[in-house]
T-cell receptor, first 112, second 113 residues
Framework: GDSVTQMEGPVTLSEEAFLTINCTYT??????LFWYVQYPGEGLQLLLK?????DKGSNKGFEATYRKETTSFHLEKGSVQVSDSAVYFC???????????FGTGTSLTVIP | GAVVSQHPSRVICKSGTSVKIECRSL??????MFWYRQFPKQSLMLMAT?????????EQGVEKDKFLINHASLTLSTLTVTSAHPEDSSFYIC?????????FGDGTRLSIL
């Protein structure tokens, strides 16, 4: 069945460091891919998405490219800030909402 | 194994029916649970935050009287879609915070005829 495998955390970085959180997926068909962010005590917020191969999603300095050949959707940011400290979830689904599959989440802490 | 159980996984019912969806944390107590909905052709959107023993906090644009949330115990939150109509057909999913992370239910596919 479909699944998402996400890099385990926790991840601790210094401010302005480069961030990569790996995400790979297994899916039949052509899923859409998402990154969600969860700040402490809050619900998930959509960070970015990509709906087809080679699409690049971007938001708030974060980017991820839908790589069908490697079945990956790695999250990157060139220079992290303290305010980026949160838990990040990779997910896949089709946009018709037949199912959502989440990774286990990666906790990021950015220190000044 | 699953630490959050969501039931039912799929429901089909007639317009005007009220539908209850349950979200249970199996191995931990969850003071906070979240309810999400996926609109057609869009990503998952937060509907409300369910707090045990107090009123739920709804996101802007979500009708409180339409989507009743009850978090009566530390292991159970329910979402009731009252007088459901075809436009309420969607995929609903819950999550709970516990054991040091966030856990998701398997989701409920609601179809209103």
């Amino acid at each position: 069945g479909d699944s998402v495998t996400q890099m385990e955390g926790p991840v601790t970085l210094s401010e302005e460091a480069f961030l990569t959180i790996n995400c790979t997926y297994t899916a039949t068909g052509y899923p859409s891919l998402f990154w969600y962010v969860q700040y402490p005590g809050e619900g998930l917020q959509l960070l970015l998405k990509a709906t087809k191969a080679d699409d690049k999603g971007s938001n708030k300095g974060f980017e991820a490219t839908y790589r069908k050949e490697t079945t990956s959707f790695h999250l990157e940011k060139g220079s992290v800030q303290v305010s980026d400290s949160a838990v990040y979830f990779c997910a896949l689904s089709d946009l018709d909402g037949n199912q959502f599959y989440f990774g286990t989440g990666t906790s990021l802490t950015v220190i000044p | 194994g699953a630490v959050v159980s969501q039931h039912p996984s799929r429901v089909i019912c007639k317009s005007g029916t009220s539908v209850k969806i349950e979200c249970r944390s199996l191995d931990f107590q969850a003071t906070t649970m979240f309810w999400y909905r996926q609109f057609p052709k869009q990503s998952l959107m937060l509907m409300a935050t369910s707090n045990e023993g107090s009123k739920a906090t709804y996101e802007q644009g979500v009708e409180k009287d339409k989507f009743l949330i009850n978090h009566a115990s530390l292991t159970l939150s329910t979402l009731t879609v009252t007088s459901a109509h075809p436009e309420d057909s969607s995929f609903y999913i819950c999550s709970a915070i516990g054991l040091g992370s966030t856990h998701f239910g398997d989701g409920t596919r609601l179809s209103i005829l």
